[in-house]
């Protein structure tokens, strides 16, 4: 025998400590997701499958809670003012996100191009951000108001306009005037994430494309467009998801007015469930719009992430 | 550990066992009834409840919590579907017949019956706290609404300010005389169906129309008597008498522009009053009666509270105790008339405060001939109603096809609600 008890011994000893040290760490890797995934079930988990559950009931607020299936979400489906809701969202949503994308892009590119003041102005235009939406539609409620608000002056004085505008009388200047305030409100955020995939573009794709020949709106839609695809795709779906959700701005600018014109889905969810307490039916609306949500982005994802792009 | 420490810690123990039994023997004997409100106005007849309480040496107090009225319906619900309600709640008439299809209320006809002044309580709000012939909630404090004008722009216009409109010819001929440059001659809010069910309906249930049926079992809203009503408005708004943005204006923006003097006439609450005479003395104005179209009859909304004791209430005995108080002179007097609400109680209208200042006896008066629909779905009701008066005032509709297609809808909810 060339290798003796003590050493055998040895050698599993050895090997013992490392496949229980391998454990530990795969144990030590759950253990820090632990929390995470506590919270996760706690505040998202366990509501969504008590959301599924009442979604499924006549859920009066006292008395009996009846099991009817489906029968909400048949309703649902075939009522006009739910459609109407969804029809409006998609109506902001489409309108919103290309004119954020537009402006976010513009900054970043500005703020990209290295100009003097140019940290000062990336904060200046991140501002807006973290003010909550609430208080930005209170300024903006007053910039806008008809008789006292600053822009019909300004307006006025300018003598662009004769009459006051009443901005929040009707859709067709309420949801401009909300998509303006939203953009000032949000494209500083999607500014940021643009120009962090920009800055990770390296300069030397740039100067060999220069080399080449290529000129500024060249470089902007074989290089920067495509290199930014994934920080695009993410900067859109959180965008998407936002505005499809949208329920401060209208709440407090139009309360959904005049002649719930300018209701989002949220607002339909929120007044069926807490004003009417027809919490069965808000829960199953809250269960569609999350799978046609979860859909888009799905959809967005597929789209933006079709050929990943590489030099 | 040294000793200063040892000490010290000892000392914290004593303490922490010792101190909540302290507390505990005062706590015991005095009973505390919860009471919910949405009105601040309520503040010094609670004080005034535990002022006599102790002065009587009864071991009885009342904790109030104050809730904003559109949070109202929401945190009452749960706390009732959490068994948390209070013991009294002073709540919004208009909900009640909902809370009482949900049985949330005690019963309190035997009491109420006994009461000796139970002849002069509001009937309009008595009969929102009915349910199948039993008492549940019995009114307690009153807005009712009202035709404010500023007189002071009336003499300026060389109409008599001591003479306002009584019929809708009146009110259209005032309304164009007073209307100038940077003047309105009327202002309501077209965004806000409360502010419409107060101030607007008023002038259609004057005319002979209605909202909802006696029982609130059929939608009314196309009867040609209201259509001629919103029509009357919807004239002012094509005529220019009233703001542009009138359509979407919420409760306070017609109210800031009168206050500015931007507007000279509104149709709003008793609680208008107070806040004038206070916060706009300048302003010279007067009060009158709702008129309908040919100064016939007049009406007006009987809003306000009610007060009722939840079910599942610990202290039903002493809940009643703080109502029997609340609805007695001390307080309807004392405290509500004197800041500007008026009494339930018919018994009360003729009071040392009203006699001071003669306007509130208009709007006491209005209560008399007040009105308020029953019905258990009183918000929903509101989403159509608002549509289609919305639709009415942008001329999106003509106001027939704008009302009969909300009458649809109100029906709609009505029955499924059933």
Not at chain 1, 187 to 195: E, K, P, S, W
Not at chain 2, 287 to 296: E, F, H, R
Request: glycine share 6%.
């Amino acid at each position: 025998m060339n290798v003796s008890i003590s050493q055998h011994m040895r050698s599993s000893a050895i090997v013992f400590h490392v496949i229980l040290r391998r454990a530990c760490q795969r144990l030590a890797g759950y253990i820090f997701i632990l929390p995470a995934v506590v919270l996760e079930g706690l505040f998202f988990g366990y509501p969504l499958l008590r959301t599924l559950y009442i979604s499924l009931h006549d859920w009066p607020v006292l008395g009996t809670k009846h099991y009817i299936g489906l029968e909400n979400y048949d309703y649902i489906l075939s009522n006009e003012q739910f459609w109407e809701a969804m029809r409006f969202t998609g109506l902001y949503t489409v309108v919103v996100t290309p004119a954020i994308f537009i402006v976010a892009f513009g900054l970043a590119v500005l703020v990209n191009q290295g100009l003097p003041g140019t940290t000062f102005f990336r904060s200046v235009y991140f501002v807006p951000v973290v003010i909550s939406f609430v208080s930005s539609s209170l300024i903006w409620l007053w910039i806008y108001h008809d008789l006292y608000g600053i822009l019909n002056y300004i307006l006025r004085e300018l003598h662009l306009i004769t009459e006051p505008i009443v901005w929040m009388g009707e859709r067709k200047t309420s949801l401009p005037a909300i998509v303006i305030m939203i953009v000032w409100k949000t494209a500083g955020f999607n500014m940021v994430i643009l120009l962090a995939g920009m800055q990770s573009i390296p300069e030397q794709v740039y100067e060999s494309a220069a080399l080449d020949g290529a000129n500024f709106v060249q470089r902007m839609r074989h290089i920067t467009l495509p290199l930014l695809r994934p920080s695009f795709a993410l900067a859109m779906v959180v965008s998407v998801a936002g505005s499809v959700l949208a329920f401060d701005q209208f709440k407090v600018m139009t309360r959904g007015g005049p002649a719930n014109t300018t209701r989002t889905i949220m607002m339909y969810i929120y007044d069926t469930s807490f004003a009417y307490f027809r919490l069965g039916e808000g829960a199953a609306m809250a269960i569609l719009l999350m799978v046609m949500l979860i859909a888009l982005s799905v959809v967005q994802l597929r789209v933006l992430q079709r050929q990943a792009v590489e030099y | 550990m040294n000793k200063t420490r040892r000490l010290f810690l000892i000392m914290v123990l004593v303490a922490v066992l010792v101190g909540p039994s302290l507390t505990a023997t005062a706590q015991d004997d005095v009973t505390v009834v919860q009471l919910w409100t949405r009105t601040t106005s309520l503040f010094p007849a609670i004080d005034a409840f535990n002022a006599e309480m102790e002065a009587e040496g009864q071991g009885l107090r009342i904790e109030y919590t104050f809730v904003e009225n559109a949070d109202f319906p929401t945190k009452f619900t749960t706390a009732l579907a959490a068994g948390e309600a209070p013991d009294v709640v002073s709540i919004d008439l208009v909900l009640v017949p909902y809370y009482n299809s949900i049985g949330a209320f005690m019963d309190l006809t035997n009491t109420y019956e006994a009461l000796e002044y139970k002849d002069t309580l509001n009937p309009a709000m008595l009969n929102l706290g009915t349910a199948d012939g039993h008492v549940y909630a019995l009114p307690f404090g009153a807005d009712v609404s009202a035709l404010i004008y500023n007189r002071a722009l009336f003499e300026a216009a060389g109409l008599d300010p001591d003479a306002p409109p009584t019929t809708w010819a009146e009110l259209r001929a005032a309304a164009e005389a007073l209307t100038t440059d940077d003047v309105y001659g009327y202002g309501f809010s077209g965004g806000s169906p409360g502010g419409l069910m107060f101030t607007m309906m008023p002038y259609a249930w004057a005319n002979g129309g209605q909202w909802l049926n006696e029982d609130g079992t059929v939608s009314e809203l196309d009867d040609p008597k209201t259509v001629e009503a919103v029509q009357f408005f919807v004239d002012m708004i094509n005529d220019g008498l009233v703001p542009p943005g009138t359509a979407t204006y919420s409760y306070d923006d017609f109210q800031n522009g009168f206050k500015q003097e931007k507007i000279a006439m509104m149709t709003t609450g008793n609680f208008v009053i107070s806040d004038l005479t206070t916060n706009f003395p300048d302003i010279d104005f007067g009060v009158a009666l709702i008129p309908g179209q040919d100064g016939k009859s007049f009406s007006a909304f009987a809003g306000g509270d009610l007060i009722a004791i939840p079910n599942g209430s610990k202290h039903p005995e002493e809940a009643w105790q703080v109502i029997e108080f609340m609805l007695s002179d001390a307080i309807q007097v004392e405290v509500f008339a004197k800041n500007g609400q008026i009494p339930v109680r018919s018994d009360l209208y003729g009071n040392a405060y009203f006699e001071a200042e003669p306007r509130y006896q208009v709007f006491a008066k209005a209560l008399t001939v007040a009105y308020v629909p029953y019905t258990t779905v009183y918000n929903e009701l509101y989403d159509p109603f608002l549509v289609g008066m919305q639709n009415a005032f942008t001329g999106e509709k003509s106001v027939e096809e704008a009302l009969a297609d909300a009458t649809k809808d109100m029906q709609a909810v009505i029955d499924r609600s059933r």
